[in-house]
Antibody, heavy 119, light 110 residues
Framework: QVQLVQSGAEVKKPGASVKVSCKVS????????MHWVRQTPGKGLEWMGG????????IYGENWQGRVTVTEDTSTATAYMELTSLTSEDTAMYYC????????????WGQGTLVTVSS | QSVLTQPPSVSAAPGQKVTISCSGR????????VSWYQQLPGTAPKLLIC???KRPSGIPDRFSGSKSGTSATLGITGLQTGDAANYYC???????????FGGGTKLTVL
C-alpha cells in the first residue's frame, strides 16, 4: 500500500518561496510518477506539474511555467514542490499524488499541505 | 474555468441513484482515459474510478463509470449519507499536454 505523507502547514510572506515535501512509503519512488495538485479555498483541483514517464521529463502546467519546480530525492524517497514569488492568491492546499507507470490516473494522494501567504 | 465541465451540484435522497456528468473535448476525454475522485469534507481526494469504468480494490460496486465520445458519467446507486462529498473527473489533455480536472460536483444526500 503506497502512503504519501506531506510536510506541515506553512505561512509565508508575499514574494517568498515555499518548498513542500512528500515522503513516499510502500513503493519505490523511482517506479512512481509524482505530481502536485493545488486546491484553492472552495475551489476545484488544478494540476501543477509532475514527472512524465512516457518522455522521461518533468512537465508543468501552462500557468506554472517558471514559478514551480518539482524534484525528487530517491535516497530519502521524498518528492518536493517549490513555488516561488508567492502572492495571496497562492494561499491554498497543495497535494502530492502518485501515478504508477503505465497508469493514467492518480491512485494515491498525500494528506495535503496548507500554504498561507499573508503579510 | 476548468477544462472539463461538471454540474456544480446534484442531490438525491438516501437509497436513490444519482449521475454526475463530465464534459470535455476530443483531446481530453475523447482520446484519453477518465478517472473520478471523491473528496470527503476536510480530506484529500481519493481515487474512485479509473480507466473510464474500473473500480480500484475496495471501492463498492455502487459506484460506476462510463464514457461516450467526449463525455463521461459517474453513477452512484443506493445512496448513503456518507457519500456526501465533492466529486471530480480528471484526464490527460493531449493538446494542452497537461492533466486536467473538472470543477467538481457537490453531492448532497438529502
Amino acid at each position: 500500500q503506497v502512503q504519501l505523507v506531506q510536510s506541515g502547514a506553512e505561512v509565508k510572506k508575499p514574494g517568498a518561496s515555499v518548498k513542500v515535501s512528500c515522503k513516499v512509503s510502500g513503493h519505490t519512488l523511482s517506479d512512481l510518477s509524482m505530481h502536485w495538485v493545488r486546491q484553492t479555498p472552495g475551489k476545484g483541483l488544478e494540476w501543477m506539474g509532475g514527472f512524465d514517464p512516457e518522455h522521461a521529463e518533468t512537465i508543468y502546467g501552462e500557468n506554472w511555467q517558471g514559478r514551480v519546480t518539482v524534484t525528487e530525492d530517491t535516497s530519502t524517497a521524498t518528492a518536493y514542490m517549490e513555488l516561488t514569488s508567492l502572492t495571496s492568491e497562492d494561499t491554498a492546499m497543495y497535494y502530492c499524488a502518485s501515478r504508477r507507470f503505465g497508469n493514467y490516473y492518480f491512485d494515491y494522494w498525500g494528506q495535503g499541505t496548507l500554504v498561507t501567504v499573508s503579510s | 474555468q476548468s477544462v472539463l465541465t461538471q454540474p456544480p451540484s446534484v442531490s438525491a435522497a438516501p437509497g436513490q441513484k444519482v449521475t454526475i456528468s463530465c464534459s470535455g473535448r476530443r483531446s481530453s476525454i475523447g482520446n484519453n482515459y477518465v478517472s473520478w475522485y471523491q473528496q470527503l469534507p476536510g480530506t484529500a481526494p481519493k481515487l474512485l474510478i479509473c480507466e473510464d469504468n474500473k473500480r480500484p480494490s475496495g471501492i463498492p460496486d455502487r459506484f460506476s463509470g462510463s464514457k461516450s465520445g467526449t463525455s463521461a458519467t459517474l453513477g452512484i446507486t443506493g445512496l448513503q449519507t456518507g457519500d456526501a462529498a465533492n466529486y471530480y473527473c480528471g484526464t490527460w489533455d493531449s493538446n494542452l499536454s497537461a492533466w486536467v480536472f473538472g470543477g467538481g460536483t457537490k453531492l448532497t444526500v438529502l
